[in-house]
């Protein structure tokens, strides 16, 4: 489902063609990704998975458009943003991506409906207050538009992210271990959260994530070992994923 050479039905939200990237450390180059394609068809919720090293969180900052590969091109929609000029790759990110960190990265100066529509007013949109409403019950903080991100929970600062990287309507929300500061309940939470805006909205998600658990709320868990794909797992179980994770690398 996830490479070039197989097939899936409907358009590709996200689409990395022999995606390559190289860091130079001192007088060495390592090599982060060895020429990743992979297709993500839109509306679906996908996890990437890979021990420590093995280029996830650079596949990660590639798909987003937070960083330019060294050769190979990223699609988001029908926009190859491996083509943009820095500026012209700032604001498209700011209009066409969201982004979940596991640190939250709210404003602590500004009331959660302020957070939530920065996205907007950085580029200049105006607030559909409708669609906030909408956005703000999805992720259950109805009522609580005017409070600080310090008088929240984490669990509800979470949920705030989640409805900043959705309020701009985004071609793909990336969540870079988006429960990794949470417990495990209100992980759950945020997960099944996650799985709301791709079943109700229509969303796509690509989560970077080392907890299986997490892993197996996405619809496709896909497999990187050494900056390399190492196949992918559909609707896999916890017990699925920590085996598979075992053996990463070494088929
Ligand atoms: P993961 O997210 O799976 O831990 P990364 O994408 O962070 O993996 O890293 C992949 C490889 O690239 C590792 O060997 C890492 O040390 C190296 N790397 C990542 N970012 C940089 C950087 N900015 N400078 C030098 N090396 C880097």
């Given at each position: 489902m996830y490479t070039e050479t197989t097939e899936f039905s409907g358009p590709a939200a996200l689409q990395l063609e022999a995606v390559a990237k190289s860091y130079r450390t001192g007088t060495a180059r390592v090599?982060?990704?060895?020429?990743v394609s992979l297709a993500v068809p839109a509306g679906t919720f996908t996890a990437i998975m890979g021990p420590s090293g093995s280029g996830k969180s650079t596949l990660l900052q590639m798909a987003a458009g937070l960083d330019t590969p060294d050769s190979g091109r990223v699609l988001l929609g029908s926009t190859d943003?491996?083509?943009?000029r820095r500026k012209a790759l700032t604001v498209f990110r700011r209009d066409h991506v969201g982004f979940v960190f596991q640190s939250y990265n709210l404003l602590p100066q500004l009331s959660v409906s302020r957070n939530v529509t920065l996205p907007l007013l950085l580029g200049g949109r105006s607030v559909d207050h409708d669609w906030l409403g909408y956005v703000l019950e999805a992720v259950g903080l109805s009522g609580l538009n005017d409070r600080m991100p310090q008088e929240l929970s984490g669990g509800q600062q979470q949920r705030a992210a989640i409805a900043r990287a959705l309020i701009t309507r985004p071609d793909a929300v990336f969540a870079d271990e988006?429960?990794?500061?949470?417990d495990s309940v209100t992980a759950r939470q945020v997960l099944d959260l996650l799985r709301h805006t791709v079943a109700d909205l229509g969303q796509t998600v690509v989560m970077v994530t080392h907890d299986p658990v997490a892993a197996c709320s996405a619809d496709t868990v896909i497999f990187l070992a050494d900056g390399r794909l190492d196949g992918s797992l559909a609707n896999a179980s916890v017990r699925d994923v920590t085996e598979r994770v075992a053996y990463l690398g070494e088929r």
């Open positions: 090599t982060a990704l060895h020429e943003i491996s083509r943009l988006p429960t990794g500061a949470l």
